[in-house]
């Protein structure tokens, strides 16, 4: 298998990952995922960082991922854009849409998300 195929199963990868990890406040996984200097732009509008993101983990709201583009920009560098539908086991008709973009860098070995916006669709 190649580099780039590699890098792009990896990619894949995580970015299913990422819904399931969320809506199980898997803050282990998001530790080892999230680069130290990591900043998401929330579909509300503030900003936070890697400790904001972990520390407001709660399980709850079901999600499903739709990859809707995956670049490889050089050997080091990655975007990913998706939607991603959330909605609660009570209310399963309320679903919210978000558009996604994360930006990853490949350090030490392994991917990290650096930054994550998101928005609502």
């Known amino acids: 298998m190649s580099d780039q195929t ?4 990896e990619l894949l990868q995580i970015n299913e990952r990422i819904g399931q990890a969320e809506s199980d406040a898997d803050k282990a996984w998001f530790e080892h995922l999230l680069h130290e ?14 400790a904001d993101f972990i ?8 999600r499903q991922t739709t990859m809707l583009d ?10 990913a854009r998706c939607t991603v539908e ?10 919210q ?5 994360r930006v990853f ?3 030490n070995g392994r991917w990290q ?3 994550w916006l998101a928005e609502p669709i």
């Open 113 to 115: 998300l650096i930054t």
């Open 6 to 9: 590699t890098a792009f199963t």
């Open 105 to 107: 860098i490949r350090e």
């Open 55 to 62: 520390s407001g983990l709660a399980t709850g709201a079901k």
């Open 97 to 101: 849409i978000f558009d996604n973009l």
């Open 37 to 50: 200097r990591f900043t998401m732009r929330r579909p509300s509008g503030p900003l936070s960082t890697k």
């Open 86 to 95: 959330k909605w609660a086991l009570a209310d399963p008709e309320a679903v």
């Open 70 to 79: 995956l670049e490889l920009h050089g050997r080091y560098r990655a975007t």
